[in-house]
């Protein structure tokens, strides 16, 4: 089985920083794109970056200079540094990964299981 789990998440005044952070363990032949999404309460779940496994990067607009999304792939983890945090990046980040599992080595898309990013003015 494959499981993606997150940390990092919390409570931090605007203008801080936090760094997430997503590791993908299990029975796994392969991950091409990993990324991170957001949802907030009301709100369609959006893509807020997203990383190749040759590094490749894109950004949403609204975090283009202040978030930076970054892999390593020996450990199979990706990482969302984020700064100058406002109050409008407040939500559930949820890590993202298009694997092969060892079962089938089909390209699947697995999901994180969320957290919570609250900034407060």
């Known amino acids: 089985q494959v499981q993606l789990v997150e940390s990092g998440g919390g409570l931090v005044q605007a203008g801080g920083s936090l760094r997430l952070s997503c590791a993908a363990s299990?029975?796994?032949?392969?991950?091409?794109?990993m990324g991170w999404y957001r949802q907030a309460p009301g709100k369609q779940r959006e893509l807020v970056a997203a990383i190749t496994s040759g590094g490749s990067t894109n950004y949403t607009d609204s975090v283009k200079g202040r978030f930076t999304i970054s892999r390593d792939n020996p450990k199979n983890t990706v990482y969302l540094q984020m700064n100058s945090l406002k109050p409008e990046d407040t939500a559930v980040y949820y890590c993202?990964?298009?694997?092969?599992?060892?079962?089938?080595?089909?390209?699947?898309?697995?999901w994180g299981q969320g957290t919570q990013v609250t900034v407060s003015s």
């Open positions: 993202n990964a298009d694997l092969r599992p060892l079962t089938n080595l089909r390209l699947t898309s697995y």
């Open positions: 299990g029975n796994i032949f392969s991950i091409n794109a």
